[in-house]
Nanobody, 122 residues
Framework: VQLQASGGGLVQAGGSLRLSCTAS????????TGWFRQVPGREREFVAA????????YYSDSVKGRFTISRDDRKNTVYLQMNSLKPEDTAVYYC????????????????WGQGTQVTVSS
C-alpha cells in the first residue's frame, strides 16, 4: 500500500484546511487509518484515527472539537478536516494505515504517507 498525502499549506489562525490521503490498492479498505503530525526536534504526535470495527473516531485532546477525520472507501481516501487552526498546529502531517493495536503509538502503524506541511500564521 502506498499513501499520498496532500492539502497542506499556509493559513491564518482561525482558518481551515482539509488534508487528503489517497492510497493505492484495494487492501486499504480493510485497514484502520490515522493522522499524525511532527515538528522538527519532536516525536511524531497522534492526531486522529478511524479504527476498523469501531464506530467512533479517536482524537488527541489538542484537536478534539476542531478536527474531523473521515474516509471514502470508494476513493481509497482518508481526510482530515481542520478548523479553527492555531499556530501550534503547525507541523508536517502524515497519514497512516494498517493498525495493530493502540492508535496513538506510531510504531503500531504499518504504512505511512510522505507528509504534507501545514503552517498556521498568527
Amino acid at each position: 500500500v502506498q499513501l499520498q498525502a496532500s492539502g497542506g499549506g499556509l493559513v491564518q489562525a482561525g482558518g481551515s484546511l482539509r488534508l487528503s490521503c489517497t492510497a493505492s490498492g484495494r487492501a486499504f479498505r480493510s485497514y484502520s487509518t490515522g493522522w499524525f503530525r511532527q515538528v522538527p526536534g519532536r516525536e511524531r504526535e497522534f492526531v486522529a484515527a478511524l479504527k476498523k470495527g469501531v464506530e467512533s473516531p479517536y482524537y488527541s485532546d489538542s484537536v478534539k472539537g476542531r478536527f474531523t477525520i473521515s474516509r471514502d472507501d470508494r476513493k481509497n481516501t482518508v481526510y482530515l478536516q481542520m478548523n479553527s487552526l492555531k499556530p501550534e498546529d503547525t507541523a508536517v502531517y502524515y497519514c497512516a494505515a494498517q493498525l495493530t493495536t493502540s492508535p496513538v503509538v506510531p510504531g503500531n502503524w504499518g504504512y505511512w504517507g510522505q507528509g504534507t506541511q501545514v503552517t498556521v500564521s498568527s
